[in-house]
Nanobody
Framework: QVQLVESGGGLVQPGDSLRLSCAASERTFSVDAMGWLRQAPGKERESVAAISWSSNSGYISDSVKGRFTISRDNAKNTVYLQMNSLKPEDTAVYYC????????????????????WGKGTLVTVSS
């Protein structure tokens, strides 16, 4: 059973930056993609960014394109989400997820049938 451990959330002001990390407990060949989803109060869960382990496939939501970047460290089984120029509308619980299909990250918004989920980390952008 793969466990995903997130870190890096917190309270920041508009315009600030944060980096989220998600470490997988093991590298399993059943997982092809890892990424980040978020859910703001009263809103559906949405995919923010995803990256494939086996290919160069990547996804960035239009709502964060140009501000957020996803990257991976294969040796550490870790995925990062660099968030720059944060806005109040970025406030949400950010969840790390992993799945055997990169396409699952594109199946929303709403319910995503991911193989593995992290517990979530809260990002609050407020002045």
């Amino acid at each position: 059973q793969v466990q995903l451990v997130e870190s890096g959330g917190g309270l920041v002001q508009p315009g600030d930056s944060l980096r989220l990390s998600c470490a997988a407990s093991e590298r399993t060949f059943s997982v092809d993609a890892m990424g980040w989803l978020r859910q703001a109060p009263g809103k559906e869960r949405e995919s923010v960014a995803a990256i494939s382990w086996s290919s160069n496939s990547g996804y960035i939501s239009d709502s964060v394109k140009g501000r957020f970047t996803i990257s991976r460290d294969n040796a550490k089984n870790t995925v990062y989400l660099q968030m720059n120029s944060l806005k109040p509308e970025d406030t949400a619980v950010y969840y790390c997820a992993a799945d055997d299909s990169f396409g699952t990250f594109l199946s929303g918004p709403g319910d995503y049938d991911m193989d593995y989920w992290g517990k979530g980390t809260l990002v609050t952008v407020s002045s």
